[in-house]
């Protein structure tokens, strides 16, 4: 085995475009403040009553709190059920807001509907049809006329039909109103589509189990790539080493290496839910899984060939949604392929990684896969990238600068080639960073852990490369 290209410190952070100077965290994610969600509950539209306590005037009232710093790279995480939503708008400018809403991965399965007219047009539109799940109404009016209108929506509305309110009035005292007389959310303008997803989310939350963890779909921009790696690398740290409770998912059934890479040779698997995905309960999902560590579990591929591995698109999204609700953080194992599902799992993640290697055709594919997501997930950041195995010896490679500037986008993490700690890790079933806690792919995986989780993650060195970064 040729002798790996080792950067030092320096060079790998000059490499990546980074002023080892600069005091803050060029890596930090940002953690978003949190929203101002106003989240009522279900719709009781039989009663809205008289409106009596004579709130006219805005300025007369306390206003609700700024919604318009709402942080739209911070959605939501939990995705709307299968529910109709009809809105009725009064301005173009809240129709197309609902519009970009509609097409955000998290209301995949509601079928939303968009009208102008505002409040009158539900009015009419109802009274010889039955309302759907949720009806979304925009209205400039306050007062006396908001509610004469609301209890006329009331009349024609079903029992279980919830409602948000589009305002103009930002008064905390007709809020409560509202929210008193059995309005599910009232909003107010200036609004973002991540804001408006929320309270859908806010309203259809299931009681019984609230919990969704996140999906972080890694996916390689070629075969060879080092995606898988850098999957089990980064669950690994976030279980041992955040201490937060991870699982993987192998999803490349026929070659899938997570067993191999964590020394595991289950006899049942992820092939078995996907096989009969409607039977995946708590229960038989603790039977298929394989404990690896006290927080990390393990969803393993057979990684045979005695059959094709032929399964429905809608058993991989039915079994991603069981597992998520067991754990915190899920790391889905997207092989180097493309059909239906693995594009559904990919632009239906949470959070999403492409690992590269410096040469044209990792350029050619991650560019294709950046323009893909940011077309169908504009309310989402775009995904993060790292570059692997850089430096490999003798090997023509764009350089880091170069491919990022082509790319339009900035690493979150650049690898050096290190194939004989990888390799050695491999054979024994280990990672890195339990055999090699002082080497740079080891500081280099708590740091994109870092990066995804928004956490503190433990590290066992004190490299340079981490005081540089200011962490460890």
Known sequence: MSEAYSYDADELLEAADIDASDERDPYDPGMPEDGDARTGGAADLDDFGDFEDGLQGEAEHPVLPDMSSFDNGAPTDQPVPRIAIQAFCERP???????????????????????????????????????????????????????????????????????IVIGAANDISLYRELMRKGVSEYLVPPLSPVQLI?????????PEAPFAGRTVAFVGAKGGAGSSTIAHHVGWCIAENAHVNA????????????????????????????REPERLDDVLLE??????????????????????WEMDAAAYEQVIDTVRRSVPYVMLDIPHGWNRWTRNTLLSADEIVVTATPDLASLRNAKNLFDLVRAQRPNDGPPKIVLNQVGVPKRPEIPVKDFCEALGAEPCLVLPYEPAIFGAAANNGQMVNEMRGDSKAAEGMLHLARVITGRHVESNSKSLFSKLLGRG
């Open 198 to 206: 929320s309270s859908i989310a806010g309203i259809y939350v299931d």
């Open 93 to 163: 400018e809240t129709a197309k807001l609902i519009q970009r809403s509609a097409g955000d991965r998290r209301l995949a399965k509601a079928q939303v509907t968009v009208n102008m007219g505002g409040l009158p047009t539900a009015i009419e539109t109802f009274h010889d049809k039955s309302t759907p799940h949720l009806i979304i109404v925009e209205s400039g009016m306050q007062g006396q006329g908001l509610f004469s209108q609301l209890d006329e929506l009331a009349s024609v509305c079903d029992p279980e039909t919830n409602v």
């Open 247 to 274: 699982t993987i998912v192998d999803l490349d059934l026929p070659f899938g290496t997570a067993g191999l890479d964590f020394n595991q040779d289950p006899t049942q698997g992820v092939a078995d839910a996907l």
């Open 287 to 308: 039977r298929l899984l394989s404990r690896c560590t006290d927080r990390l579990t393990l969803f393993s591929a057979p990684g045979t060939l005695d059959r094709e």
